[in-house]
């Protein structure tokens, strides 16, 4: 069973954290390696949030995507833990998130990268479930990645009924951590060694001695069994980790706007509660296919039609990589940050 009525579920990139160099060394890794024409800063930061192999696709890639994606993942896997920071106020923002809800993530990254990835930056303990590229069939903007997340979470019934997207053939029953079991150290590494990297040109020799020694931080740890606990056991330790030093390196081109877009209206999120109609935009008279207490928090469109198709609430952030007009447009509300974001559903969970 949920331990609390709501319940929050948090993209990654641009929304969390800010992984903006790694993802684009990344990138012109593949490029150059496989003797491919290399796309510009801009226009990869424009896809972020696509699984990778779309996002190679719409760079111009038209044969070998696969050589391409595991090209990445190996160089990824060198360089993630250096060179990915939580978002300002984010650990904060996680921390005061799980005093009132239950917590997941949902995101098109590789699940295996992303365990270990928060596990190192101290947020690992505060999320019931993570789910990624490799859990799900159909990644955002398909209902499916958010319905696997509440099914893990052992919330179930009405969200999922009211999508077409299902999850099909499938009971629903409680499994709080049944996508969150343990992660060896050397579960990425294992991943990106698979037979299909034979097809590829010579890769550099020594990534696996580089991998584990950027793992090597890990092991104090604990973490040769990454796993994420329940809310109820993150509660009693949610202070024990200390603030990592959180910076901001993501932007948006254009204007940063705060407050939610609504029905074309602008609520800013510190002054929601004063507002006449608030307790309209949480009744059922204006919502009434959604389900008032889910909410995804997100940076870039992809979240938010994920979030239309599952039936629940969408929050953008404009700390990420989506244009302020698209989050105006496609989110219920749209925020500064994750921060923001969360005081702006704990005042709206009050009202439940």
């Given at each position: 069973?949920?331990?609390?009525?709501?319940?929050?579920?948090?993209?990654?990139?641009?929304?969390?954290?800010?992984?903006?160099?790694?993802?684009?060394?990344?990138?012109h890794?593949?490029?150059?390696?496989?003797?491919?024409?290399?796309?510009?800063?801009?226009?990869?930061?424009?896809?972020?949030?696509?699984?990778?192999?779309?996002?190679?696709?719409?760079?111009?890639?038209?044969?070998?995507?696969?050589?391409f994606?595991?090209?990445?993942?190996?160089?990824?896997?060198?360089?993630?833990l250096?060179?990915?920071v939580?978002?300002?106020?984010?650990?904060?923002?996680?921390?005061?998130?799980?005093?009132?809800?239950?917590?997941?993530?949902?995101?098109?990254?590789?699940?295996?990268?992303?365990?270990?990835?928060?596990?190192?930056?101290?947020?690992?303990k505060?999320?019931?479930?993570i789910?990624?590229?490799?859990?799900v069939?159909?990644?955002?903007?398909?209902?499916?990645?958010?319905?696997k997340?509440l099914?893990?979470?052992?919330?179930?019934?009405?969200?999922a009924?009211?999508?077409?997207?299902?999850?099909?053939?499938?009971?629903?029953?409680?499994?709080?951590n049944?996508?969150?079991?343990?992660?060896?150290?050397?579960?990425?590494?294992n991943?990106?060694?698979?037979?299909?990297?034979?097809?590829?040109?010579?890769?550099?020799?020594?990534?696996?001695?580089?991998?584990?020694?950027?793992?090597?931080?890990?092991?104090?740890?604990?973490?040769?069994?990454i796993?994420?606990?329940?809310?109820?056991e993150?509660?009693?330790?949610?202070?024990?980790?200390?603030?990592?030093?959180?910076?901001?390196?993501?932007?948006i081109e254009?204007?940063?706007?705060k407050g939610?877009?609504?029905?074309?209206?602008?609520?800013d999120a510190?002054?929601l509660?004063?507002?006449?109609?608030?307790?309209?935009?949480?009744?059922?008279?204006i919502?009434?296919?959604?389900?008032?207490?889910?909410?995804?928090?997100?940076?870039?469109?992809?979240?938010?039609?994920?979030?239309?198709?599952?039936?629940?609430?969408?929050?953008?952030?404009?700390?990420?990589?989506g244009?302020?007009?698209?989050?105006?447009?496609?989110?219920?509300?749209?925020?500064?940050?994750?921060?923001?974001?969360v005081?702006?559903?704990?005042?709206i969970?009050?009202?439940?």
């Amino acid at each position: 069973m949920p331990n609390f009525q709501t319940t929050l579920l948090f993209d990654l990139d641009g929304t969390l954290i800010d992984s903006t160099p790694a993802i684009l060394d990344g990138f012109h890794y593949a490029f150059a390696h496989l003797g491919a024409a290399e796309p510009s800063d801009e226009a990869i930061k424009r896809l972020i949030g696509h699984p990778l192999e779309v996002m190679f696709e719409r760079l111009g890639v038209t044969r070998d995507v696969q050589n391409f994606v595991l090209a990445y993942k190996q160089r990824y896997a060198q360089t993630f833990l250096d060179q990915t920071v939580l978002l300002s106020g984010a650990f904060e923002a996680v921390r005061a998130a799980s005093e009132f809800a239950n917590l997941g993530v949902v995101t098109t990254k590789t699940s295996k990268f992303s365990k270990i990835l928060l596990q190192h930056l101290g947020v690992a303990k505060f999320f019931g479930t993570i789910v990624g590229r490799e859990d799900v069939q159909d990644p955002k903007p398909s209902a499916e990645p958010i319905l696997k997340a509440l099914e893990n979470l052992g919330i179930c019934g009405a969200t999922a009924s009211k999508s077409s997207n299902t999850i099909s053939s499938k009971a629903c029953y409680a499994t709080a951590n049944k996508n969150t079991s343990a992660a060896s150290r050397s579960a990425i590494l294992n991943e990106i060694s698979a037979p299909d990297l034979k097809s590829l040109p010579a890769l550099d020799p020594d990534s696996g001695k580089v991998f584990e020694q950027n793992l090597s931080s890990i092991a104090s740890q604990n973490s040769d069994t990454i796993s994420f606990k329940n809310l109820s056991e993150a509660k009693s330790d949610r202070y024990e980790a200390g603030d990592k030093g959180q910076k901001s390196g993501v932007s948006i081109e254009g204007e940063s706007d705060k407050g939610g877009a609504r029905g074309g209206k602008i609520y800013d999120a510190h002054e929601l509660n004063s507002t006449p109609c608030y307790d309209k935009i949480c009744s059922d008279e204006i919502l009434p296919s959604v389900s008032q207490n889910i909410f995804m928090i997100g940076d870039t469109l992809l979240d938010a039609i994920a979030a239309k198709s599952a039936a629940v609430r969408s929050v953008g952030v404009s700390c990420g990589y989506g244009s302020a007009s698209e989050l105006r447009a496609h989110f219920e509300f749209v925020c500064a940050d994750a921060k923001e974001a969360v005081e702006l559903i704990r005042e709206i969970s009050s009202k439940f």
